[in-house]
């Protein structure tokens, strides 16, 4: 099946700090990545949909200069969460589509706690 | 009003039950339709996936689209402690288009 990879599981960083979360699909090319974050006991919200070799789109009200996307390869996106913040803390999740499939396959999450 | 509408559950069966979800949604040009499966701090699995109106089995896993009412269903039979989870209904306006998901409902099978 198709599987998708995301490093780190877990990290904790200090307010102010940048972390970055990687997303890599392990069996096939994705020509297409979302990312999404989740808060406890609520449902996925996308951040932004990014394409290989093109700028990535960021839905309404995620501000593109916190959270920057990289698309680098066809089995890489990054998210680089800068400044963080206490209030950034949350579930992000990214999902990968291959070439001619409709079908979007979900990484397991990284959990970002700020302090 | 929310695009998608799912009720959050809990839902509680009995070991062996079917368990029947459904998600309803407001805008009628969705045309592909996906169930995931979500474990406590866990990514979403794919569990059907599906385009336009019909029924699709797969294994214990039933998956019903009605377009002209905007509502779709799952149906788990035999279903199994390990069955416990969230469940998630999400759609889009064309495949592979980003993802609009329900809320999820919690679903309990007890032993």
């Known amino acids: 099946g198709a599987v998708v990879s995301q490093h780190p599981s877990w990290v904790i960083c200090k307010s102010g700090t940048s972390v970055k979360i990687e997303c890599r699909s392990l069996?096939?090319?994705?020509?297409?990545m979302f990312w999404y974050r989740q808060f406890p006991k609520q449902s996925l919200m996308l951040m932004a949909t990014?394409?290989?070799?093109?700028?990535?789109?960021?839905e309404q009200g995620v501000e593109k200069d916190k959270f920057l996307i990289n698309h680098a390869s066809l089995t890489l996106s990054t998210l680089t969460v800068t400044s963080a913040h206490p209030e950034d803390s949350s579930f992000y999740i990214c999902?990968?589509?291959?070439?001619?499939?409709?079908?979007?396959?979900f990484g397991p999450g990284t959990r970002l706690t700020v302090t | 009003q929310k695009e998608v509408e799912q009720d959050p559950g809990p839902l509680s069966v009995p070991e062996g039950a079917i368990v029947s979800l459904n998600c309803t949604y407001s805008?009628?040009?969705?045309?592909?339709f996906m169930w995931y499966r979500q474990y406590s701090r866990k990514g979403p699995e794919l569990l059907m996936y599906?385009?336009?109106?019909g029924n699709k089995e797969d294994g214990r896993f039933t998956a019903q689209v009605d377009k002209s009412s905007k509502y779709i269903s799952l149906f788990i039979r035999d279903s199994q402690p390990s069955d416990s989870a969230t469940y998630l209904c999400?759609?889009?306006?064309?495949?592979?288009?980003?993802?609009?998901f329900g809320g999820g409902t919690r679903v309990l099978v007890k032993p």
């Open positions: 999400a759609m889009s306006l064309a495949a592979g288009n980003k993802l609009t």
């Open positions: 990014s394409n290989e070799g093109s700028k990535a789109t960021y």
């Open positions: 805008n009628s040009a969705f045309q592909y």
């Open positions: 599906t385009y336009s109106s």
């Open positions: 069996d096939f090319q994705a020509t297409t």
């Open positions: 999902s990968a589509r291959g070439l001619d499939w409709g079908e979007q396959y």
